[in-house]
């Protein structure tokens, strides 16, 4: 933050003018005695520290730690509502503190971004927590204060505003740091296109506001209130703040660790700072005078985690109430997941155009994907609000699904395929190898193939070798050659592409060989790009250690749903100790096995993700062996893996289809769980190796995660939203104060500030009991009338009731 000038403080409505003039009273008198420290005056007539904070000439107070608040303009600012638990004279704990909700503490090293950092990082990764439950250890799941402060900083590293910043999530949105990462030494990056259609499905809701909002400075009188500023935090929801610095502050300007800060009342002012409250405690500093200088509330600041020991520091009430400028809250709109509401046409053929409208798709990014009854589509054009996709070959009828950068799929639509190259797939070629010392004529067998189709050999790192000579024997077969002059030795894949652009390809399975120079079988396999393969699971393959420089490389794939991956090298020549390492596709090591001399080696991967991996073999010292092969190969054994739910909201009893893959042909002693709800045998429809059709059971509530369960392991999760549904409320009508019993199903367990019953806009505060088929809710303080009553969980809001209010 860049806001930092020098000023002493002053009391009294004519503070700034006094001040301005004891600045240079002050110089006169020093000047005979010491140099002056450098001092920064207000500008003549100001009278509010908005223009002050707002100018340019703002400086760092002490180089180390950057200032950067400007005080947002002037403004008839949504109040905060009171608090729930004010409202109704419910006392609040002496104590709250949500900072183990927090990500961890951030750095905004020389950069003026300490609002973004609040605001963004803090705020709306704990939003975004609630909703998902996501780890905030994890960057795809902390938000970006670059992504904010870099469009909101005019163009300068001069600060920013809690107005400009909410302004901005209300309408723009945010990303991810790992998606927008921070740079304290750029501040001028802008988002691309596809960033700020990413950032769309996580905006605020217009309804952020304010606690107090001053442009003077302290002491003030009459003082800030914080009671619901306490209550707000006593609900589990963070407030953000900005501070003024006083050269009195913590850690800084050469003053020691101080737990508990006390505004001294005297030091200089420095600049304006921009930061999160976490906690409140009434007692933190129990030595104190009174309850102003005993309570305070914790703040988790954005100078790292060795400022103050540990990154935060407690504000005394007396320092918030007469000398913090605003204070703000914010909400969240959820959920933030995908939504499809309509396609453009009910049926299509492969090679056309679909496009899905819906909201919440951000953008094509990680998991990001379009799936046509569970065929995901390659060609697609992508915005928030509307994907465009070629319908793939391989697709057929059914549910038509968008799923988002994490991989959570929206509900679906249905979509009748049919024509084009559906049928299109290739399952064999012959022969399957060939030198690299001049042409092949091949085979190629398969479906759907058509007149004017194209073949080639495609591997990643080389020119694709086109197909000559090409004589469609049938829709299954055709020949054609490949000239395999100097071509890279390795396993290359068959693509064929008919003229409807539909393309198909069988991976791996033409290897192009060396001739034999010596008897090392798969030579040269001495990199990555020549890595042998892939090699099929289960199968032993023989080769040697030719020399002692000699190193072999092998390609695998481990399937989705992999639950452990097992490579082993046997049979290692007398004499030699060869070594067996494991390399993802990205070429960094995943695993290895190294024992001594000639003993077999294994190198286990638990749940790998699904793609391609490498297994090197390499000699420890230089032994090698032209006589005698080692053995070497892998095996994998198959868990569940989940790829969607369909739909992923609905009542109980709703039915759904779980998507995925090694559920096992049939059911047994599988189960599906919803959370730890586990169905009934009566619960299924049908089970299959890749989907379950099942129905939402009994006691599932909130936002669960579905799970697959079978003898193998069970899945990762996928959450469903169980809609709480309202039976009957009794009475119908009643006065505020009166107990309504409200019954239904899905309900769940009371957790504060995310279960919730409304009466019209209102929320009910005080429950005397909740349960998952039963609530007891005293009814507000509303006007007369009918309402509209509605049961709120994290699963999503019932159809309403109708109640009257006496």
């Given amino acids: 933050m860049k806001n930092r000038a020098v000023r002493t403080k002053g009391t009294g409505s004519g503070r700034l003018a006094r001040r301005i003039l004891a600045v240079f009273l002050v110089a006169a008198l020093c000047a005979v005695f010491v140099p002056l420290v450098a001092q920064v005056s207000l500008a003549s007539g100001t009278t509010d520290l908005r223009d002050y904070l707002s100018t340019p000439q703002a400086v760092s107070g002490d180089g180390g730690h950057p200032l950067g608040l400007k005080l947002s303009p002037p403004g008839n600012y949504a ?9 109704y004279g419910m006392p609040l704990g002496a104590s709250a503190d949500i900072s183990s909700q927090m990500p961890p503490v951030g750095n905004q090293g020389q950069q003026g971004s300490c609002v973004a950092w609040a605001t963004s990082y803090y705020y709306k990764s704990w939003s975004e ?58 501040y001028t990056n802008q988002p691309t296109a596809a960033q700020l259609q ?80 976490v906690g409140y405690d009434d007692n933190i500093n129990p030595g104190g005078a009174d309850a102003d200088h005993k309570g305070g509330f914790k703040m988790i600041n954005s100078w790292g985690a060795s400022w103050n020991g540990n990154g935060y520091v407690w504000l005394s009430y007396d320092f ?192 192009v060989k060396e001739p034999n120079t010596g008897g090392d079988t798969y030579e040269p396999n001495d990199t990555f790009g020549a890595a042998y393969g892939p090699l099929q699971p289960g199968n032993a393959y023989a080769s040697y250690i030719w020399s002692s420089g000699d190193s072999d490389y092998y390609r695998i794939t481990a399937p989705v749903g992999c639950g452990t991956l097992a490579a082993t090298l046997t049979t290692i020549p007398s004499g030699c100790d060869y070594d067996l390492y494991v390399y993802d596709s990205a070429q960094n090591e995943v695993g290895y ?51 969607g739910v ?63 369960t079978t003898a193998s392991g069970t899945s990762n999760g996928v959450y469903f939203y169980v809609v709480p549904i309202i039976s009957t409320i009794n009475p119908t009508s009643g006065r505020p104060g009166s107990i309504v019993t409200i019954t239904g199903q899905s309900f769940g367990s009371w957790v504060s500030g995310q279960t919730l019953v409304y009466f019209g806009s209102t929320r009910g505060v005080q429950y005397t009991g909740w349960n998952n088929g039963t609530i007891k809710v005293k009814v507000p303080s509303v006007s007369r009338g009918s309402v509209t009553l509605k049961v709120r969980t994290p699963g999503g809001t019932s159809a309403a ?5 006496r």
Avoid at 203 to 212: A, D, K, L, N, V
Avoid at 213 to 232: E, F, L, M, Q, T
Avoid at 801 to 805: E, L, M, N, Q, R
């Fill in 129 to 186: 927590k609630q909703d998902h439950g996501w780890s905030l250890t994890d960057t795809k799941h902390q938000f970006s204060p670059s992504f904010v402060y870099n469009q909101i900083n005019g163009g300068g590293d001069n600060g920013s505003s809690f107005y400009s910043a909410l302004s901005l999530l209300q309408n723009t949105g945010d990303v991810d740091i790992a998606e927008f990462p921070y740079n304290q030494n750029n």
């Fill in 801 to 805: 009731k109708t109640f009257t209010v």
């Fill in 320 to 511: 918030v109430k007469r000398y913090i400028w605003e204070a703000w809250t914010m909400g969240d709109l959820e959920p933030d997941t995908p939504s499809v509401n309509f396609l453009s046409k009910t049926s299509a053929n492969v090679g056309d155009s679909v496009e899905i409208n819906g909201t919440n798709f951000g953008t094509q990014r990680r998991q990001a994907k379009v799936t046509f009854n569970g065929t995901a589509a390659t060609q697609v054009t992508w915005t928030n609000e509307k994907v465009t996709a070629v319908v793939p070959a391989g697709a057929t009828s059914g549910p038509v699904a968008v799923f988002d950068w994490e991989g959570t799929s929206s509900n679906t639509v249905a979509l009748t395929v049919g024509g084009g190259s559906a049928a299109l797939s290739v399952t064999s070629v012959d022969p399957s190898e060939g030198n690299n010392s001049g042409s092949l004529a091949v085979t190629v067998d398969g479906t759907g193939f058509v007149s004017g189709c194209g073949v080639k050999l495609s591997r990643s790192g080389s020119s694709d070798i086109q197909g000559t000579g090409l004589t469609n024997v049938s829709g299954s077969e055709l020949t054609c050659s490949f000239d395999l002059t100097a071509a890279a030795a390795g396993a290359w894949d068959v693509v064929v592409t008919n003229p409807d652009a539909g393309s198909a390809r069988l991976v791996g399975r033409f290897t």
């Fill in 79 to 87: 109040q905060t509502p009171t608090a729930p638990a004010l409202m």
């Fill in 646 to 708: 369909s739909p992923n909201s609905g009542k109980k009893q709703t039915r759904l289809t779980i998507s995925g893959a090694n559920f096992g042909a049939t059911r047994g002693s599988s189960y599906v769980s919803f959370g730890s709800v586990k169905l009934a045998s009566s619960d299924y429809y049908s089970w299959s190796d890749t989907s379950i059709s099942c129905r939402v059971p009994a006691g599932a509530s909130g936002k669960p995660m579905v799970k697959v």
């Fill in 198 to 277: 990413a950032a769309r499905p996580y905006r605020i809701p217009s309804g952020w506001t304010s606690f107090f909002n001053r442009g003077d400075d302290g002491p003030y009188s009459p003082p800030n209130d914080i009671s619901n500023v306490k209550a707000w935090i006593a609900g589990s929801k963070p407030v953000v703040m900005g501070i003024p610095i006083f050269k009195d502050w913590p850690d800084d300007y050469g003053n020691p660790n101080k737990s508990y800060y006390v505004y001294n009342g005297t030091s200089a002012f420095a600049g304006g700072h921009g930061v999160c409250i």
């Fill in 593 to 643: 096995s190294a024992n001594g001399g000639n003993i077999d080696e294994e190198a286990l991967i638990d749940r790998p993700a699904a793609g391609t991996y490498y297994l090197v073999v390499e000699p420890y010292d230089g032994g090698s062996s032209q006589t005698d092969p080692y053995h070497i190969g892998f095996s994998v054994t198959l868990v569940p893996a989940v790829s």
